[in-house]
């Protein structure tokens, strides 16, 4: 039983890792939409690089949401309660970035495609500021008890879960400005890398004070202090960080978007490997945390569901490395306006 | 209004709008790659520009859809978090499915079917869409085995505080699941074949493409023909799962008060809950209920009198949304059938009558899907898992009334104002009519710019 909670653990953190790694970018580059994108035929490209695979990069958030409701029911059911209104906003935010990218298109209006414009960005700022300030209260543990919750949206928004919620706004921006580096051509592939290199130090400093205050608001580390090996984690972390800049100097945008990927998927794992066994610690009541071993589904569950994601979790990688290897192709503004499909 | 009420109101807006957008993706991805394959096996211009046309609205329709699904997902969790701790062993698990199995290939294949077209061949582009299709049937398929289990809970044991799952097998072939996903999925069927026909008679009443429209139209005409027969089928077929598992649902439905023997249908009724009686009662067929529900003519039904009132679901929106929606479904056969004769076999473009029906009757089965789903979730009240779990013990503890408003309220603006927008798009692009321009739409493989 213990084996299959904790499997269950790993790949609870792998998908919300894989979540960050894929919708970062997307939400990085709809942050960065009016700003890189200065003509309407430059937004137009940035949404056709987005455009076919925005969506089956969202069900990865779907999926983890549906995971944490099979595998750990009780934290999915208190998690999304205490967490109710930052909810509420997301899910609105992300309702207004799906649509946009559809909408937009459809009418040739200025103000339309403004209008739209404006909520591409707010569509995407809003999920990656709420995910970093939800998980950075998560790390912290949320005030509840045996007797409930006893937070509001107001003190979700403490000093440590903004530097977090900050930290995923600059990581996922420096992202999706080398996904458009790669993804675009010309002006528009030159101005993106403009951006990302200069945003990187600014992600540089936020990182450096998340590492150094998360040591002080959180319990993360103790993990690390009981089993120094693991330390191989963040170190990877900050490498793969450091990366992103030395692949940029040397004029490889591609090895530097690689390089931020990794550095998402080692940053959530860095914070997953800190909060084992919990998935939610309460800063109030040690005993009220939600681990692993107090929430999980019943063996029995647990086993269906880790033969259905065994099945179809590799599939499901194999398409989508069929689909976006179609899409490989840099998007040029000519191809846009030939194509009358394009949105 | 208390945050129960509250909530229980925003699941019922937030699943009825989601509910707007679902039926139609579900059998418009159908036609559309019905479409799509009659253009790759036959090179015939006009199916491409029927992929196109009917593939626009099938788009602009399931960006909404998609999006607001997601909202279904965590209101479990956000408002109904006894529920979900309760039951989350089990009912997890096709939600979690759902995703796996379903949304992800949606999701891929849908982008690779919008932007694809001049980067793909031909058959993969139209493979693309079947594998939509096929995805979304597939979603509805588990959604529906979580709603069946809410209906007629099986394959569970009640242990450690909780609902936990002991019998996969028996949840995903619980027949109140499968026989719900069946009426669902010809219900969508049937609000794509009218969405098709409507907007094809309008074209028609017109004058406007006439070729491409007739064509549309017998498409979907023939399509709605099987659609509305297997809806009924299947409607009947699930009423006769809730009289066998759901006692105080089926006879809300029928309104029957007193336990009984060969239960006659009476045609014309009309429910006085208060008195528990009928206050009208008139032109009865004698022993149908008994014979619909049992397949036997003197089978005893039970009546809401053998129930405690506070274990009865309201009486008057069950039986009236249960009418109302047989009496439509009926509606539709008949529609179907003269679109299909008339279109196989007359002059369907000078048929203005049936035309004009057609165009009025777009809305008339989304309307059946709503009144489907209050019959079926009024109809389980008070339970939220039938004789296991009452809807106000699933509620979330810890969630304020003003949280509830103010999701509530935004909610319902939110959704209203891209309700419009969407409606108002899938208008302006159904009346523009098809793009005759191909040049664009032809390019060989490979070629990019």
């Known amino acids: 039983m213990m084996e299959l909670q904790i499997t269950w653990f790993i790949l609870w953190g792998v998908l919300w890792a894989v979540y960050f790694m894929l919708d970062g970018f997307v939400m990085g580059a709809g942050i960065l939409h009016n700003l890189i994108g200065k003509s309407d035929g430059d937004k137009r490209v940035m949404i056709n690089t987005i455009g076919p695979i925005w ?32 909810l509420f906003i997301l899910l609105c935010a992300l309702i207004v970035r799906g649509v946009s990218y559809e909408f937009r298109s459809k009418e040739d209006h200025p103000l339309w495609r403004k209008g739209w414009d404006t909520a591409i960005t707010l569509g995407n700022f809003l999920p990656a500021l709420l995910f970093g300030v939800a998980f950075g209260n998560i790390f912290e543990g949320l005030p509840m008890d ?50 990302a290199d200069k945003l990187w130090p600014g992600l540089l400093l936020v990182a450096v004070a998340f590492l150094v205050y998360t040591n002080f ?51 959530v794992g860095t914070a997953m490997t800190g909060l084992f066994p919990n998935l939610i610690p309460s800063s109030i009541d040690p005993a009220s945390s939600l681990t692993l071993y107090n929430s999980s589904s019943s063996r029995y569950t647990l086993k269906i569901m880790l033969l259905v994601v065994g099945v179809f979790v590799p599939i499901i990688i194999g398409y989508k490395i069929w689909v976006y290897r179609i899409f490989r192709a840099p998007v040029s503004e000519d191809e846009v306006l030939a194509d009358k499909q394009a949105y | ?196 026909m ?49 006692p105080t649902k089926f006879a809300a439905m029928e309104s029957i008060w007193e336990s009984k023997r060969g239960v006659g249908m009476n045609l014309l009724l009309l429910p006085d809950p208060p008195n528990e009686c009928n206050s009208v009662e008139g032109i009865c067929v004698p022993n149908a209920v008994s014979l619909l529900a049992f397949h036997d003519p003197n089978a005893l039904v039970k009546g809401l009198k053998e129930f405690p009132p506070e274990l009865r679901p309201p009486v008057l929106p069950t039986f009236i949304s249960f009418r109302l929606m047989a ?57 939220i898992v039938y004789g296991v779990m009452k809807t106000s013990d699933g509620i979330s503890k810890s969630v304020s009334l003003s949280q509830v408003i103010g999701s509530l309220v935004g909610f319902t603006l939110l959704y209203g104002f891209l309700g419009v927008i969407d409606i108002y798009l899938l208008a302006k692009f159904a009346r523009k009519g098809p793009d005759n321009d191909l040049s664009t739409m032809l390019k060989p493989r490979g070629q990019e710019a």
């Open chain 2, 327 to 383: 009496g439509l479904g009926t509606f539709f056969i008949l529609a179907a059938l003269a679109a299909t004769i008339l279109s196989r076999w007359g002059k369907i473009e000078n048929q203005k009558l049936l035309l004009n029906l057609c165009l009025y009757s777009i809305p008339l089965p989304y309307l059946a899907n709503f009144l489907g789903w209050t019959v079926a979730e009024v109809g389980r009240q008070p339970w």
């Open chain 1, 217 to 267: 608001a959180t319990r993360l580390y103790d993990n690390y202090l009981a089993h120094p090996l693991l330390m191989v984690v963040p170190l990877l972390a900050v490498v793969f960080l450091l990366w992103i800049k030395i692949f940029s100097a040397m004029g490889k945008p591609l090895a530097a978007f690689a390089s931020s990927s990794l550095t998402i998927l080692m940053v």
């Open chain 2, 1 to 196: 209004m208390d945050v129960l009420t509250l909530s229980r109101l925003q699941f019922a807006i937030t699943s009825m709008f989601h509910f707007i957008f679902v039926p139609l993706t579900l059998g418009l991805s159908i036609l559309t790659a019905f479409m799509e394959t009659r253009y790759v096996m036959t090179g015939d211009a006009t199916y491409l520009k029927m992929t196109k046309f009917w593939g626009k609205l099938f788009l602009i329709n399931f960006a909404l859809g998609v999006v607001t699904g997601i909202t279904m997902e965590f209101q479990f969790g956000m408002n109904w978090a006894e529920y979900s701790r309760y039951v989350g062993d089990i009912f997890g698990a096709p939600l979690a499915i759902e995703a796996t199995v379903a949304f992800f290939l949606e999701s891929v294949f849908i982008g690779l079917w919008i932007f694809g077209w001049n980067k793909v061949s031909k058959k993969v582009h139209a493979l693309a869409i079947w594998l939509v299709a096929l995805a979304t049937n597939l979603s509805a398929l588990w959604i529906l085995l979580a709603n069946g289990w809410m209906q007629h809970p099986v394959g569970y044991v009640l242990r450690n505080g909780r609902a936990e799952m002991v019998d996969f097998m028996a949840m995903i072939t619980n027949p109140d699941g499968i026989l719900k996903f069946a009426h669902q999925l010809t219900s969508g069927y049937t609000v794509a074949s009218f969405f098709v």
């Open chain 1, 55 to 86: 969506e089956g990069n969202e069900v990865w958030l779907v999926t983890a949401g549906g995971v944490t409701f099979a595998a750990f029911p009780t934290t999915y059911a208190l998690m999304f309660s205490y967490l109710y209104s930052a």
């Open chain 2, 198 to 246: 409507g907007v094809s008679a309008w074209h028609l009443l017109r004058k406007n493409e006439t070729d491409f429209f007739i064509r549309s139209f017998r498409i979907a005409a023939t399509f709605g023909l099987f659609s509305t027969i297997a809806v009924g089928l299947f409607g009947d077929m699930s009423a006769v799962e809730v009289a066998k598992v759901q």
């Open chain 1, 146 to 195: 045996s007797t409930g919750y006893h937070g509001s949206l107001l003190s979700l928004l403490n000093p440590y879960g903004l530097l977090t919620g900050l930290l995923f706004v600059s990581l996922f921006a420096v992202h999706g400005a080398l996904y458009l580096t790669v993804k675009t051509t010309g002006e528009l592939s030159r101005r993106s890398q403009a951006v």
